[in-house]
């Protein structure tokens, strides 16, 4: 209910916020504080509490920090499994016993050079396809198109020979074949890497078919972490990730950012806070919050690093496992891939 006082048309409550305005106590302690602490600058900004550096006992503070996942995606596919390897084979002999026979004379004018080597070819294969060992669909063991224990026919290295084999070869007959009359035919690159062989960890020409993540050593018997870094003064962690990214690993790498939010952070308490420089605050530990980032091309390299960096290392996710804390890798575990 809105009562008029005698003097003019103003109400109880405005008439006593006008003459008894909230009073600011804390308001020239926090500009003293500020002006010369960073520190407490970043405190008032990031709780909206001026009277943080200023309560009387001691209130903790983490330092906040920002975190680089930088990954490289697989460069190939998957090994198949030995039983993908057995189906996709059985698929293949199923198609030939259910496709119309192959017409040679549509393709190949009969008594011509390509028309011998076809009937070749044939007689040592009995199929049409070039990959699937020997097998005739229309003979009257054609039902019998599984594999045996052990066989090869249905690894890739053994179907990729056979293709190249039967690519090389142009001669009309097997009389005449040589190797004057094979054409060189390239090569698939191997899925095993020099790196793989030597067991080089700081490569990123290993695990082609896996995620890898980088971690670096903080000092010679320090831990395996992702690279991090405090945020210098008012940094957005977008802005810190590229500066990290520049400052552990150099120049040299093609890197992308993938998003402005972090995927996962990481908090680390001291087992006794440590009282800091400004007033009423007290260290309790380290909050990293981590950006994913992926490299494109380049290497990075340690050298001149900003960090205080002394190795690095090129991990799939088990194998991070075995080289983090315990307690780091169940904050990290969720942000990584599992191939």
Same mark, same amino acid.
């Given at each position: ?90 698929? #293949? @002999? &199923?198609?030939?016993? !259910?496709? *119309? ?11 011509? =050079? ?91 020409? #290993? @695990? &082609?078919?896996?995620? !890898?993540? *980088? ?11 992702? =690279? ?112």
């Amino acid at each position: 209910m809105r009562h008029l006082l005698r003097d003019g048309p103003i109400c109880r409550a405005c008439r006593s916020a006008h003459h008894h305005p909230q009073r600011r106590r804390y308001a020239s302690a926090t500009a003293t504080a500020t002006a010369t602490d960073p520190v407490a600058e970043r405190v008032a900004t990031t709780t909206g509490s001026p009277l943080l550096a200023q309560s009387s006992a001691p209130r903790p503070f983490h330092l906040v920090k920002a975190g680089v996942l930088l990954t490289r995606s697989p460069q190939i596919t998957r090994d198949l499994t030995a039983f993908e390897k057995a189906y996709f084979l059985y698929q #293949r @002999r &199923l198609n030939e016993r !259910l496709a *119309l026979p192959f017409s040679r004379y549509f393709y190949f004018q009969k008594g011509t =050079p390509t028309d011998i080597d076809w009937k070749r070819k044939m007689k040592e294969r009995r199929t049409a396809a070039r990959d699937i060992g020997i097998y005739n669909a229309y003979s009257k063991e054609g039902w019998n198109d599984e594999l045996l224990v052990g066989a090869q026919e249905s690894e890739t290295e053994h179907q990729a020979e056979a293709l190249l084999k039967d690519a090389e070869t142009l001669g009309a007959g097997s009389e005449e074949s040589s190797e004057s009359k094979k054409e060189s035919i390239p090569r698939p690159m191997p899925r095993v890497t020099e790196a793989d062989r030597t067991g080089d960890e700081s490569s990123l020409a #290993r @695990r &082609l078919d896996r995620t !890898l993540y *980088l971690l670096v050593r903080e000092n010679e018997k320090g831990r395996w972490i992702f =690279p991090s870094s405090e945020l210098a003064g008012r940094e957005s962690l977008y802005h810190a990730t590229e500066r990290i990214i520049v400052q552990a690993g150099g120049v040299n790498m093609n890197t992308w950012v993938v998003g402005r939010a972090p995927v996962g952070h990481y908090t680390f308490n001291r087992f006794k806070p440590e009282p800091m420089e400004t007033p009423g605050l007290e260290l309790k530990g380290e909050k990293t919050f981590f950006m994913k980032v992926k490299i494109m091309a380049g290497q990075p390299s340690l050298e001149g690093n900003q960090l205080g960096l002394t190795d690095l290392k090129w991990l799939c996710r088990e194998e991070v496992q075995k080289v983090v804390l315990p307690g780091y890798w169940s904050a990290i575990k969720n942000m990584l891939a599992e191939r």
